[in-house]
């Protein structure tokens, strides 16, 4: 999937500078809220609110998705995997910066783990997510929610 490659071109080699979280971090699961029943707002506020993540991107795409990164010592993940970068864009929701192109649609949301695709896969759809899972390189997988 081209576009979703675009995306991550930018967030792969900052998953790569994120790799080593404090060994005293608690894990915090978020793969509750990767069913893809919320919207992307109630999907990253909380997790700027609870300072998981830094409330402003660290990029936005041309198609809107925002790139949000972990904040130094938090410890998240998804489906037993790492999670690197939290995505999201919610139309008219002042969290979400607008890119220049046209926007992915009025919610999309996801995650980019540490894992390989068909670990990734098998896990989000064993858990009955309707997540769509993309492969973004060798073992750096994205799970994604779009409305």
Not at 36 to 46: G, L, T, Y
Request: hydrophobic letters at 45%.
């Amino acid at each position: 999937m081209k576009l979703v490659r675009r995306i991550f071109r930018f967030i792969l080699p900052a998953a790569f500078a994120l790799s080593g979280a404090p060994a005293h971090a608690q894990p915090t699961a978020i793969e509750a809220q990767l069913d893809c029943k919320s919207s992307a707002h109630d999907f990253i506020a909380p997790l700027i609110e609870s300072n998981q993540i830094e409330a402003k991107p660290m990029r936005v795409e041309p198609n809107s998705v925002n790139a949000f990164r972990p904040v130094k010592g938090s410890a998240l993940t998804a489906y037993g995997f790492k999670v690197y970068v939290a995505l999201g864009y919610q139309k008219d929701d002042p969290i979400f910066q607008l890119g220049k192109g046209q926007p992915i649609s009025d919610s999309a949301y996801g995650v980019v783990v540490w894992g390989g695709d068909d670990e990734v896969a098998q896990k989000v759809h064993a858990a009955g997510s309707g997540a769509d899972v993309h492969h973004v390189a060798p073992f750096i997988t994205a799970i994604f929610c779009k409305q």
